[in-house]
């Protein structure tokens, strides 16, 4: 049976919820990645970092310095997980930088796929079309 409203005791008021309004769950994972940075369809700026988290809609990663924002990004992140147990696999992100700092920076995503790590495609610089 469950109690009338004058049977239960207040036991102190509850913080209000806060509440997540971003459109993608983030998670926390560390990949080892290599960006390519470009302008005006050709490769301007190369490097190495690491993430800090990953979603469905965006990337924040550590880049080794600092990215100039609204330009076009191609992120590839070593897969922690292999193909059918035997093939690594890149996990490789188009976008747009959307934030920058010389510590961060975060990356919305456009287009993403995976392509196995001994793949000759991940190594042009094609990203940026008409």
Known sequence: MSPTPG????????AAPQVE???HCRYPITLQIEYKF?????TKRRGFGKTLNVSSGGVLFE???????NGLI???????????GVCPLK?????????SNKQLAAVQIL???FRTARSNRDSGDSFPEA
């Open 7 to 14: 049977q239960v005791e207040a036991v102190g008021t509850l």
């Open 91 to 99: 996990l490789v992100v188009q976008g747009r930088v959307v934030r």
């Open 111 to 113: 287009r993403h796929e």
């Open 38 to 42: 470009f302008s005006t369809n050709r």
């Open 63 to 69: 880049p080794q310095d600092g990215l100039p924002t």
């Open 74 to 84: 191609e992120v590839l992140m070593d897969w922690p997980f292999l193909l059918d």
């Open 21 to 23: 309004r971003r459109l």
